[in-house]
């Protein structure tokens, strides 16, 4: 039985849904064609593209409020400065070990950058779980861990006798004071260990090395992964000049001219910023798009208020939002005949790569049902379909707000150095960008929308968090070091005067 849900009349939807006739993968978004009971739930995810561009026009105010030096304390989009001046050009060189902490699991690499075939070799690697009694214990709980897993992987490489540079990929906001010393803003994804914000996590880490006394490392440069992502690409591809991470969580760095970078000394050239634009909304900006199940998505996470943006976008919460969908829908009589299940109601039972398998294009309804069976649930063939448009739905939701705020950035730097046509390219990664069916389609087609004067090459990047991580260790190695400027209080009173 086929069926689309174009043809599906509001006055006898399940009737209707039986009847039609069309192939079971057209399932466009034709809300004036469902019943107004359910489109009423669905209807608040579609953004229309005016509203992407009204959406990144604010994202652009954000950006510069980050940038200032006096209005960076208010900004919500923290736009970071990462120290890192210049993209790979070839000549870097060595070998270092990779830290990349940021999910569920913890890495540990050894890689070789060799200057004369311009590649990043992988020598080995090793993956530690991080419990979830350790996610959210103490600092110190942490960093031993962590301490404790590198202690194995280099007994294991018989490199224990060495001091090698690290580059250490933590993915969370950090205010980096200089290239090896970074301060914990806050966590985010889950993370909640205690006596680590306002500290800085490389004497940390060094901290819980020198307690173990059995090894040492050598220079630290840290790295968030849309950093690592960035500099993996750049090194294939010398115009990638943005990462972009869409993965448990979402954000994206990019070269931004040095005289807009007003918190670090110095008018000349490029550094790299994290834009942390996951804090996007933080202070309210989005309450307009934020849907009722948005904001029971934030209230039970463990930090409310905080990532808003992240938290309509990312892998840690879309399955979350599609399951709040599916309870409301079936509370009201429109789905499973108003039976739920146990797991139904379960916060996290319905994972976000259920949204990537339902939408498969051939074997996605027979997922769906699959899925379904397995949360307890009794479906019928409209209920399949019903669940899929959820997800098709709030994935490509996802999928436009990932684009209007990657258009702000091309958008700005086509701006920032006078062009009518920008052609960039930027390296990307992340579990929703990679395993999605058409996740990255509906982000570039978007993209190009709102950014036409722009032409952009999409990248995937390979361990951008791991081979990343000691590109821009190898990079750090061979640029002069800077350092963050104090923000005073009588300056911050002149700067409040010039943000009127
Ligand atoms: C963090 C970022 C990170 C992103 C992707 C966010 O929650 O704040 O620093 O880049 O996740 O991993």
Redesign the pocket.
């Known amino acids: 039985m086929q069926m689309s849900i174009t043809e599906v009349n509001s006055d006898n939807y399940t009737n209707n849904c039986k009847k039609a006739k069309m192939s079971e993968d057209s399932l466009p978004l034709h809300l004036d064609s469902i019943p107004p009971e359910v489109k009423k739930y669905l209807k608040p995810f579609l953004l229309s593209q005016e509203k992407l561009q009204e959406i990144s026009a604010r994202l652009k105010k954000n950006m510069i409020q980050g940038l200032g030096k006096h209005t960076h304390h208010k900004a919500p989009v923290k736009m970071l400065p990462t120290f890192v001046r210049a993209t790979p050009d070839g000549t870097e060189k060595g070998d270092f070990l990779a830290l990349d902490l ?2 569920t699991n913890f890495r540990v690499l050894y890689v070789r950058v060799m200057e004369e075939e311009q590649k990043v070799l992988k020598m080995d690697s090793q993956i530690c779980a991080i419990p979830q009694d350790i996610m959210r214990g103490t600092g110190e709980q942490l960093f031993d861990h962590i301490a404790a897993c590198l202690a194995d992987f280099l007994d294991s490489q018989n490199l224990k006798g060495q001091t090698l540079p690290l580059g250490f990929t933590f ?4 205010e980096q004071i200089e290239i090896d010393k970074s301060i914990l803003i806050h966590w ?2 889950g993370f909640s260990c205690s006596e680590v914000e306002g500290k800085d996590v490389v004497k940390l880490l060094r901290d819980a090395i020198h307690r173990r006394a059995d090894y040492d490392i050598g220079s630290v440069a840290m790295v ?3 950093v690592g992502t960035m500099m993996s690409c750049g090194y294939k591809d010398q115009s990638c000049e943005i990462g972009m ?1 869409i ?5 994206a760095c990019y070269m931004e001219e040095m005289k807009n970078v007003k918190r670090v000394e110095g008018e000349d050239g490029r550094m790299c910023i ?1 834009t ?1 634009w ?2 996007f909304g933080d202070d309210g900006s989005l309450e307009d798009i934020q849907t009722q199940f948005d904001v029971v998505v934030d209230k039970t996470s463990i930090n409310p208020g905080i ?1 808003i943006f ?1 938290k309509m976008i ?1 892998g840690m919460y879309l399955g979350e939002i599609v399951r709040l969908l599916l309870v409301k829908l079936t509370e009201d009589k429109l789905l499973f005949k108003g039976k739920t299940s146990e797991a139904l109601l379960t916060p996290g039972r319905f994972e976000t790569r259920f949204i990537s398998e339902i939408e498969e294009q051939d074997r996605g309804l027979k997922n769906c049902q699959n899925i379904l069976t397995e949360l307890g649930l009794k479906w019928d063939s409209v209920d399949v379909r019903l669940v899929r448009l959820v997800c098709d739905t709030v994935s490509i939701r996802s999928a436009h707000l990932c684009a209007a705020a990657l258009a702000t950035i091309v958008n700005r730097i086509r701006e920032n150095r006078g062009l009518d046509y920008l052609k960039t390219t930027v390296g990307v990664d ?1 579990t929703v960008y990679r395993k999605h069916p058409n996740f990255s389609d509906k982000l570039q087609a978007m993209v190009h929308r709102l950014a036409p004067n722009c032409s952009i090459t999409f990248l995937v990047s390979e361990d951008g968090s791991g081979k990343g991580a000691a590109m821009v260790t190898a990079v750090a190695q061979r640029q002069a070091l800077s350092h963050l400027l104090e923000d005073s209080d009588s300056d911050r009173k002149e700067d409040e005067e010039e943000d009127k």
Not at 171 to 174: G, M, R
Not at 247 to 251: A, L, P, S, W
């Open positions: 940021g999910g993915s969370f906001p950090c985010t994804k968030n992964d849309t991470i993965g448990t969580g979402t954000n994290n942390e996951g804090g990532h992240e990312s992340g």
